[in-house]
């Protein structure tokens, strides 16, 4: 079983700085081949945005709300993506879910979407 777990949200002033992480389980590469690693945020009554994604070939994009102060990696060897996330604004608060896309390595024409629980991050002043 699949499992990816978010952590490192927090309460935190504007202008300030939380890295969150989200670790998948070692399953996860005898399972899919990671076409990408992402970061979406979600607040009350608004769709799930894409914040940052980072792809299999090192690639990164992010939101333009939060380019330059958002910053995606990766940890390969231990199937983890963090989200570096500095001059930090109220409109930053929401949930954030890590998600992890790609495609069975079993039956390959089978798309694979997992995702965390969500951590919460609040930006308060």
């Known amino acids: 079983q699949v499992q990816l777990v978010e952590s490192g949200g927090g309460s935190v002033q504007p202008g300030g700085s939380l890295r969150l992480s989200c670790a998948a389980s070692?399953?996860?590469?005898?399972?899919?081949?990671?076409?990408?690693m992402n970061w979406y945020r979600q607040t009350p009554g608004k769709a799930r945005e894409l914040v940052a994604g980072i792809s299999s070939g090192g690639t990164s994009d992010y939101a333009d709300s939060v380019k330059g102060r958002f910053s995606i990696s990766r940890d390969n060897a231990n199937n983890t993506v963090y989200l570096q996330m500095n001059s930090l604004r109220p409109e930053d608060t929401a949930i954030y879910f890590c998600?992890?896309?790609?495609?069975?390595?079993?039956?390959?024409?089978?798309?694979?979407?997992?995702w965390g629980q969500g951590t919460q991050v609040t930006v308060f002043p």
């Open positions: 070692g399953s996860i590469s005898g399972i899919m081949s990671i076409s990408a």
């Open positions: 998600n992890v896309h790609g495609r069975s390595r079993v039956l390959t024409y089978q798309i694979h979407d997992f």
